[in-house]
């Protein structure tokens, strides 16, 4: 599907950085500081496999930067995931936190692995021996890793659990999106699918767009995508026409139930071959006409080879990255909107915040109180990017790079440099 357009992560976060830094005459010296991470640690292990085998894996942390607070962010367990990836992650992750002003910095990681061809065993101790190599950097005011594309709150389970029987007490607070009955907060699962249609409402009020019967697509259907899906259908009555994983893509004009479509997919592991629906090809999907496309898969989804089929008025970043650079000159040309992702998915780090913050007071929230927080956080940055954006007539991902830069750049400059 990529074709020729299939930039590196680390390219696609520095291009986007590079372009605010420009408008902002950000000062050459912390420019060079943040184009390279901060560290990085490169680790492979050995695992004991069900059938007495042994099996190296490899994997990474890196920390991109820590000037406004610990290192934060997801850890993938993922096949193709590269060093290079997690870096260019990590550095998205540091404009998150700081668009929504969280006192953090910017980290990723993970594990070359597909989770689905492991048995929960092996999962257990590859997660166990992971967390063991890179306990050297994690740590409640150093690094707090958290879920991303193929893990979840059991993994987190097994990273918190591995890191206090080294500590010899529990530490809640290492990771977060951890199950709630072990210190993890209300909503985290659904935070960042929560977030994305908290952000899209403002920008639908703003366009005068009326998301009510709006067709939305949405491109994966994993944890954020079931969540964005959910709410759209549910709570703003739009009708999601099609919806895909990595296995295929289905299409309903009259809008998917849900709720049904995900217990299928709980099922048989897939949205293909759901009876209420028709199959579809990837790209065929993409090229709908609609109101609202959700990308909430992968990186590089829409490139400058498809990008001229996409016929979407506005495209909200659920996934990190699913636009490249060149795609992203061709969409702004003509005029479609888009929501960018440190912006847009920012509700999983905001709850992740929220959890961090009630570990260390082992006092814990409602999930009333959860929504309304996330809620007031990202509506005062949505406004502020768009005010940004409108003040200077760029585009809201612009705008959003301004203003995390700008947190960035003044911490460093009232932090000074070690002499
Ligand atoms: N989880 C979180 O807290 C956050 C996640 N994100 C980002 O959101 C995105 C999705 O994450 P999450 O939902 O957690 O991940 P999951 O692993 O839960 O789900 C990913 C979904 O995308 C599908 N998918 C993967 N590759 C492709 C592909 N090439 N084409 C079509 N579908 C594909 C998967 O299919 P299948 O089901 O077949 O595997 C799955 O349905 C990622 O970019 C992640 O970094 C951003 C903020 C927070
Ligand atoms: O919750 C977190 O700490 C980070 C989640 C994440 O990896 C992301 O937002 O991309």
Known sequence: MNGNDSPTMQEVATHFYEEAAELMKIDQGVRDQLYVPQRIL???????????????????????????????????YYPNLTLEQASGLAMLMTWKTAVVNLPFGGAKGGVLCDPKTLSKGELERLTRRFTTEIILLIGPERDIPAPDLGTDEQVM?????????????????????????????????????????????????????????ARVVVHGFG??????????????GSTVIAVCDRSGAIY????????????????????VGYPHGEPISHADM????????????????????????IRARVIVEAANAPITPAADAILREKGVHVIPDILANSGGVIVSYFEWVQDLQSFFWTDE?????????????????????????????????????????????????YP
């Open 252 to 271: 309903n004009p009259n809008g998917f139930d849900i709720r049904d479509l995900y217990n299928y997919k709980e099922e048989t592991g897939t949205v």
């Open 42 to 76: 490169d680790v492979h292990f050995p695992v004991k496999m069900d059938d007495g085998s042994v099996k190296m894996f490899s994997g990474f942390r890196v920390h991109h930067n820590t000037v406004r607070g610990p290192a934060k962010g997801g850890l993938r």
């Open 369 to 417: 109180q959860v929504t309304q927080q996330l809620r007031k956080i990202l509506v005062r940055a949505f406004d502020q990017v768009y005010t940004l954006a409108q003040e200077h007539n760029v585009p809201l991902r612009v705008a959003a790079y301004m203003l995390a830069l700008s947190r960035v750049a003044t911490a460093y400059k009232l932090r000074g440099f």
């Open 286 to 309: 993409l090229a709908l006409e609609c109101d609202v496309l959700v990308p909430a898969s992968v990186e590089n989804i829409i490139t400058a080879d498809n990008v001229e089929t």
């Open 157 to 213: 389970a097994w990273i918190m659990d591995t890191y206090s029987m080294v500590k010899g007490y529990s530490v809640p607070a290492v990771v977060t999106g951890k199950p709630p009955v072990i210190g993890g907060s209300a909503g985290r699962r659904r935070a960042p699918g929560r977030g994305v249609v908290f952000v899209l409402r403002e920008f639908a009020d703003r366009i005068g767009l009326d998301l009510r019967g």
């Open 223 to 236: 944890k954020v995508g079931v969540t964005a899906a959910y709410m759209l259908e549910h709570v703003l």
